[in-house]
């Protein structure tokens, strides 16, 4: 038997962009939030760089937009950058407001750091290296202490229901019970997808469900070929792997090969604060002679008080980085495309919002800048908020057909798949990507598809985004931004501007 649920707004996803949302849409109307795992289990919460705002001195949302715009390569919608530099500072602002303890320096004036491609100091931190999880300490806060809003743990969205175009709610497993949620509004905040491949930054959350369900339901997505590997990840046996923030290398560390050569100055004028796409390709290619490490040690002591979770991180992992070099490899980090959304976060769907990671916004283009991805979620999540205020209540909507949620399937069998879509993507989609290779990549998932069970869920779910990612790539036929390809070396003037839908 199916069950049936009621809200005003649905919020799909616990990260800064959902959690703000559900906020700030609680005080129009009742709110059900729902999240894959706990509430704190979101990109959010591992993000150590900080929050990108002109708040500085001699800085300006002017240059802040400039700066994006470059990073972005030709690919960035100006509109969504203007509304991001010039309402960030406000969020961030609100955001302090609200208890978020930010860094300051000896004045009481918020302490600004500086991260690649950044003309000025503009990133905000939040105990040294822990500010996504300070972020989510504060929004999580605010969600548990409204009455409106009603949290959903552990609850599995399936799908999107539809009807004729517009979107009414979703199916979803409420601990393992079928349950259609209607509603008003449907917001999905379901973050990435780096759990596609081998090596990730992203929570094992991050499984790509916002785009394999929006896809499946005729919702349109672009620019999916663009993902960005952040260039240095804690080289372990782990999943997902520990970040060493590229912040590390805006205090003066620098990038050494096996032989202990440092090698990003002969690569780009900006050496090793060069954009994130340049750096993590530089690395990769360097990693064929032997390991790469980050040579942080010139820090001595001042590592521990300005990086102090990166520090505990490498110390558990028996590296002392005042004294030794730290193992780093690249690691799929942030999607650029996803579901494609207006400036107020409307997708092609009726009532269908999208915001966060999982939106293709149009403000990071090709490539992110540093620290844009949490000021992004901020700002379109209060945009999302204020125009569902506005979404005229549904009329009575007939019950569905009634549904059953597919046995679990055995775990041990999910995960050789889906480790099968990890080595996949990585080899064939990943930093350096072909014709050829792309081509052996959609085979090789269409193999994978004959071997999943209806319970892999979760795992059809990556295997739908890793095709969007492996088709789109196979599409460009050249090389911009997050996207290289070996066989199309250069960026085509014939490509710029240019957006590949899904």
């Given at each position: 038997m199916t069950e049936r649920m009621r809200t005003r707004f649905l919020v799909v996803g616990s990260g800064v962009a959902g959690l703000h949302t559900?906020?700030?849409?609680?005080?129009?109307?009742?709110v059900l939030l729902l999240t894959k795992r706990s509430l704190f289990d979101s990109a959010t919460a591992y993000a150590q760089g900080g929050i990108a705002a002109a708040l500085g001195a001699g800085d300006s949302p002017a240059l802040h937009r400039q700066d994006t715009l470059a990073a972005g390569a030709a690919l960035c919608d100006a509109a969504a950058v203007q509304v991001l530099v010039e309402e960030g500072p406000a969020r961030v602002r609100e955001l302090q407001t609200a208890g978020a303890h930010f860094d300051l320096d000896p004045a009481g004036r918020l302490l600004l750091g500086?991260?690649?491609?950044?003309s000025k100091n503009r990133i905000v931190h939040a105990h040294g290296d822990q500010t996504g999880a300070e972020v989510a300490r504060t929004l999580v806060a605010r969600v548990r202490d409204t009455p409106a809003i009603r949290v959903l743990e552990r609850a599995r969205v399936l799908d999107l229901i539809m009807r004729r175009g517009v979107c009414v709610g979703v199916r979803a497993s409420l601990g393992g019970r079928a349950t259609d949620i209607v509603a008003d509004a449907t917001v999905l905040a379901t973050g990435g997808c780096g759990q596609i491949y081998r090596y990730t930054t992203n929570p094992e959350v991050a499984t790509g469900d916002g785009y394999a369900i929006a896809h499946r339901a005729g919702v349109r997505l672009a620019d999916m070929e663009f993902v960005q590997f952040h260039p240095t990840a804690l080289a372990t046996a782990e999943n997902p792997l520990a970040l060493i923030s590229e912040a590390v290398r805006g205090e003066g560390a620098v990038l050494v090969n096996s032989r202990g050569e440092r090698f990003m100055a002969a690569k780009h004028r900006l050496a090793e604060l060069a954009p994130r796409d340049v750096v993590a390709r530089a690395i990769f290619r360097e990693q064929r002679h032997g390991p790469v490490f980050l040579d942080a040690r010139m820090l001595g002591e001042r590592f521990a008080e300005r990086f102090p979770g990166i520090f505990a991180l490498c110390r558990a992992r028996g590296i002392d980085p005042r004294r030794e070099l730290i193992p780093v490899t690249p690691a799929a980090h942030y999607m650029m495309?996803?579901?494609?959304?207006?400036l107020r976060g409307r997708s092609s769907a009726t009532r269908l919002y999208a915001v966060g990671e999982v939106a293709r916004t149009g403000v990071h283009g090709a490539n992110r800048l540093a620290s844009n991805s949490l000021l992004e979620g901020l700002?379109?999540?209060?945009r999302v908020a204020r125009d569902m205020t506005g979404v005229k209540p549904l009329g009575e909507v007939k019950p569905m057909k009634s549904w059953t949620v597919p046995p679990l399937a055995d775990r041990g069998a999910a995960q050789v798949l889906a480790d099968a879509i990890r080595s996949v993507m990585w080899d064939d989609a990943g930093i350096a990507r072909t014709a050829r290779g792309l081509r052996a990549a959609l085979?090789?998932?269409?193999?994978?598809?004959t071997r999943l069970t209806p319970g892999m869920t979760e795992e059809r779910n990556m295997l739908d985004t890793a095709r969007l990612v492996a088709e789109a790539a196979l599409v460009r036929r050249e090389s911009r931004g997050g996207h290289y390809r070996t066989d199309?070396?250069?960026?085509?003037?014939?490509?710029?501007?240019r957006h590949i839908e899904r």
């Open positions: 559900a906020w700030r849409a609680s005080q129009h109307g009742d500086r991260e690649a491609a950044h495309g996803g579901i494609v959304t207006d700002v379109f999540a209060e085979e090789q998932l269409d193999e994978v598809e199309y070396p250069r960026a085509k003037r014939s490509w710029a501007g």
